[in-house]
């Protein structure tokens, strides 16, 4: 498929024949070619957003251009391709993740919009592809195939299966289905999976995959099931057992873990070829973004262990391209789009000037001339924190069952067990008035979390090791159906917390002593902030300061947007329970010997 | 796109995940994994065709399959796919031809029926994708895009614009536009050209191309024109030229001339990438297919050039499958068709077995089970050669204008040139009864081109350096509009070999004295025969023998094939008059001084 099937054909080949002049000439660069492999002085001609020819050293064109642009014998390589990320976990729009991630060198992006989807359903995922309108980075927005991921533990703000996906599928700037994270029932048949795929697979269209861990018959069960690619891997053993079963590698490195790049690379050693590998950041902070980079950080990771930077760059550009089956992107030859940057060394570092489909849109690190920013509809902005099952501080103390006496066996979930996972365990904790009572137990905080979809379910437990000395933290960004997050120590505190997102359409807030000591909003959806994101990096570091104040370790302020994630190994707590990652099972709160 | 749609994939789920057995399993086997250039031992798991799962080496699979094959230790080779052919230039129908090629490895193969598509338009291609529904060898069939190849040059079957492609590209089993050979029209923006592509481009199908000599804006013109190939390609430099512009270079090796591919390969040094190098036959006669291969010829060819045998295979396979887009053919994984080939050596040899779509159709060079042949329609069949404007051997005569006197100047074309093309002389020649008159020339005689598609168009002229030494020659296979084309000193021996060929329906007969001394009858639309390649070969050997008798030189059997060929740089002789290809003009038969 091309992304630009409107194209002028007739003036194109007149363009190329020297009849018509080209609107724009790159001149003076050395000419990356991914297809070949080769580096050679060149000039580029681009017409109508297309390269149109690309002509040898010294040759002159019939007509000269309308506009000469000198390279001034920079390397002319493709924009990258992020092959698979969230825009979410940027905390930013989709435009302003664009006008940040073009300065980069980025200039396609694959995007599941499983967030938004999580809290907007549809609505979300075309307000995703609107705004992305305004980006410069061009977005290729799929269909959440998991909604909500692991269906039953929690509630979330939509619920999508074949009907939604082919609705979406349908819908125009979705591009196909985004990472099936639901391997289990994927190699299991479960018919609901079994459908999403068959929506994709009938409109012969993009099906990307999630399949951590897989080997042997489970990995070829999966490839078979409709997925043609896995970011979802962190060992050299899953790169061999992916690439031998045919799907696509997209080699990832995110701001959530560390770098497990080496061990990747260690996979491809003793392959001749590696056309089905590609390059993904999957959830990238807005730090991490300013400070390291984006595509070209991986880049610079893989060629830190050795890479040939002509791989590098083919894996970031061809090979994005050829795994989306997208025909006119990722290389510089005539048809392809003019999506290029210039740069001073092929070293991962940020171009000195990037063209999005023949228009210059970056030069020297600035931005020129982006877009005016897409309105955003109410229905995506301030609203969509809606809870109704807090009512007061009340609501936030966990009442021991009827007929305890003055102590009670509860759950506890600890946050710092030998295996690094949250598990449960059940503790004798003292009952106060009906309540489970933690006053002196530095160890202990409360956690809960509360529907924001309109339903009044929700969960208050005891946490363990969740490092919270005092005050309370509030966040609506909470994976996967980003429900209301609680951690506090005084329920008047942690109602303050929730009660200020709340008002304020969502993020992240502190308390200390009954005042707000720290407000992150993130106002759009309760998941991402207005800010671009030279003002949003600031503003992130502002609240990581106040969350430190609060915990006894530093760096605590994403760990309580995990807490909810049930499709993990861990034990979890929902808007509807406890609940056991491994079995998918909830636990009893209280112990049935109480 | 996949070739397969209607897979029950949550059945090959089921076989993957051990729970249901598959169909076959070939075990102990050197797997040839062309997507990342690797040698393993392995076993593959087959179910409904496709590839199930590949096992490691000694990995039991939990359900033992329906049956065993013992691949003895032989490397497991996805099967070969010829990315472009002519089916027709083997003589033999689709589905005798797949019987032949299947032995050599071949399981796909691209097809233009141009030959019979300027014989019977339409229907010619339609009889092509029926008949190759009984051959082992699975045929992907095109639209030919150029009907006639040089329009008003000559009469032919069939004249294809815009809507007749439409036509075609919405008929079952055609997959694409064929080379699309018109390039000086494609990139000098005809209508015609240009809606042809167009047809192709708005439904997102294969185009090929055919673009010799072209470089610089001449190249990068015909890429955006819309065809994404080009196997008419005859030097290094050419190969580099279209490797830039972004086209897939298919290299070709076929019977028709001497081959290039030392030089072709000249052009891929230095290149670290070459996933856009594809192999081709073209035009492939049954001698060779029967003595030298069919793309395992090919692969022979390029490893005595050094090529190393991995890259040997992928050209022949996995690069084939992308450039005609289709992601289940090519490789060994799941998901993948089971089209394979066992081969004791990496070499370009014949397979041990061959497996198309998990069934074993070859073995030890035997066909196995091969389908029913296909009924073959009257309106193919022994009817197609209509000749309206042959009337005895006095049509046969060239009669000089009127008022001539003893001597006239007519055209003469000669056939041995310095510039080894066939050129056009005037020469004086003596008149006899009003007719030009041969008698005691030894290096002349006469050719004639008779339009056989109801039209009464016809030429006579005289040829120089035919090396006819006596009696006559005829034949339907008259590239491209397959005219019916004649060679003779004796009108009347011309007229019997003509009278011959259009009662059995078409094919090669010589005449001598008045008697027919051989006949190579090839009824299917007067180019291809009903038999076997078996049996073919020592057919087309005795009528090449039977020509032997009657020229000066040995094979110029195929010769008479190419005297009408209008899209080359010679002069030639079409049914509509004398052609120069260089220009694009008839000639005067006549002098106008006469």
Redesign the interface.
């Known amino acids: 498929?091309?992304v630009k099937?409107e194209l002028d054909?007739?003036k194109?080949?007149?363009a190329?024949?020297?009849q018509i002049p080209c609107d724009l000439s790159i001149e003076n660069i050395r000419l990356v070619?991914v297809?070949?492999?080769?580096i050679y002085p060149a000039a580029v001609d681009l017409l109508d957003g297309?390269i149109?020819?690309?002509?040898?050293d010294g040759?002159a064109a019939?007509q000269p251009s309308a506009k000469i642009y000198d390279g001034k014998g920079r390397y002319l390589v493709p924009g990258c391709i992020d092959i698979h990320m969230h825009v979410e976990s940027t905390m930013m729009t989709p435009e302003n993740f664009g006008r940040a991630a073009i300065r980069c060198g980025t200039t396609s992006v694959f995007v599941d919009p499983h967030e938004i989807g999580n809290v907007l359903g549809i609505d979300g995922v075309k307000f995703m592809v609107d705004n992305a309108k305004a980006s410069p980075v061009r977005q290729f927005n799929l269909a959440p195939s998991c909604l909500p991921s692991v269906p039953g533990a929690e509630g979330n703000g939509a619920v999508f299966g074949p009907a939604e996906i082919a609705a979406l599928l349908e819908t125009d700037g979705v591009y196909g289905i985004a990472e099936m994270m639901d391997f289990y029932n994927?190699?299991?048949?479960s018919e609901k999976m079994?459908g999403i795929?068959?929506e994709g697979?009938?409109r012969?269209m993009l099906i990307q995959g999630h399949a951590p861990k897989l080997s042997?018959?489970?990995i070829?069960?999966y490839?078979?099931?409709?997925p043609?690619d896995n970011h979802s891997i962190r060992t050299g053993w899953e790169v061999v057992e992916n690439?031998?079963?045919?799907l696509y590698v997209d080699l990832q490195s995110s701001s959530l873990e560390t770098s497990s790049m080496p061990k990747l690379l260690e996979g491809l050693k003793?392959?001749?070829?590696?056309?089905?590998v590609c390059l993904c950041n999957d959830d990238v902070h807005a730090k991490d973004l300013l400070e390291t980079g984006h595509v070209n950080r991986l880049i610079k990771e893989v060629l830190q262990q050795g890479i040939d930077p002509?791989d590098a760059y083919?894996w970031a550009t061809y090979n994005a391209a050829?795994s989306a089956?997208i025909?006119d992107l990722g290389?510089i030859?005539?048809?392809?789009l003019a999506d290029l940057q210039l740069l001073d060394e092929l070293d991962g570092r940020d171009p000195a000037a990037v063209f999005s489909e023949g228009r210059l849109v970056v030069e020297n690190g600035e931005l020129l001339d982006p877009p005016q920013n897409r309105p955003i509809p109410d229905t995506v902005l301030g609203s969509t924190v809606r809870v109704v099952g807090l009512d007061g501080p009340k609501s936030l103390r966990l009442a021991a069952p009827a007929g305890a006496g003055e102590r009670v066996r509860v759950a506890v979930l600890d946050y710092d067990t030998p295996t690094a996972r949250s598990d449960l365990f059940y503790e004798e904790l003292p009952v106060k008035d009906g309540f489970v009572d933690i006053a002196g137990r530095e160890d202990l905080c409360f956690v809960a979390v509360f529907n924001r979809h309109g339903a009044a379910d929700h969960t208050v437990t005891v946490a363990r090791n969740f490092y919270l000395k005092e005050g309370a933290m509030a966040t609506t960004v909470s994976h996967d159906c980003h429900n209301l997050a609680l951690c506090y120590k005084d329920p008047a505190d942690g109602y303050l917390a929730a009660k200020t997102l709340i008002d304020c359409g969502g993020g992240f807030c502190t308390v200390h002593s009954g005042a707000v000591t720290g407000l992150l909003e993130l106002p759009v959806a309760g998941l991402m902030s207005l800010l671009p994101l030279t003002e949003l990096v600031p503003a992130i570091a502002k609240q990581e300061k106040a969350t430190d104040e609060i915990f006894a370790k530093p760096g605590c302020m994403m760990k309580l947007a995990l807490i909810a994630l049930a499709c993990t190994q861990n034990a979890v707590i929902t808007d509807r329970g406890l609940f056991d990652g491994r079995t998918q099972k909830f636990y009893d709160q209280f112990p049935v010997e109480n």
Request: proline fraction near 2%.
């Open positions: 498929m091309r099937k054909r007739a194109l080949v007149a190329a024949m020297g070619n297809i070949t492999g080769e297309v149109v020819r690309v002509r040898a040759h019939e994927m190699i299991h048949n079994r795929a068959d697979l009938k012969d042997g018959g489970a070829a069960a490839a078979l099931a409709g043609t690439l031998h079963a045919g003793g392959m001749r070829y590696t056309d089905h002509m083919r050829r089956r025909e290389a030859a005539p048809g392809y």
